[in-house]
């Protein structure tokens, strides 16, 4: 009885971790679409100009498509930070 219970104990800790590694991925490619660094914290940093009355973008995130997954939709986006050189390929639909 005591091994069934140590058993089942072990199978939720699994799952538990398994769903918070995915949603700690989900939250970093959110950062990442928004422009945010998930690992520096460096974020998309705007200026306006008084004389010009332009908004100026710095952008710390840069998104590059490597692969284009055509019929399936799928495809391998390549964010790189210019801030701490960070670079992580993510899969999207
Ligand atoms: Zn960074």
């Known amino acids: 009885m005591q091994t069934l219970l140590f058993l089942l104990i072990t199978f939720l800790i699994v799952i538990f971790s398994v769903l918070l590694y995915f949603k700690n991925k989900h939250s970093r490619v959110d950062k990442l679409n928004s422009g945010e660094c998930p690992t520096c914290g460096a974020k998309t940093k705007t200026f306006y100009d008084e004389n010009s009355k332009t908004t100026f973008k ?36």
Not at 64 to 83: A, F, H, Q
């Open 58 to 93: 710095s952008e710390v995130i840069s998104a590059r498509v490597l692969k284009n997954g055509g019929c399936s939709g799928v495809n391998d986006v390549e964010y790189r930070c210019k801030s701490c050189g960070l670079k992580e390929v993510y899969s999207q639909s």
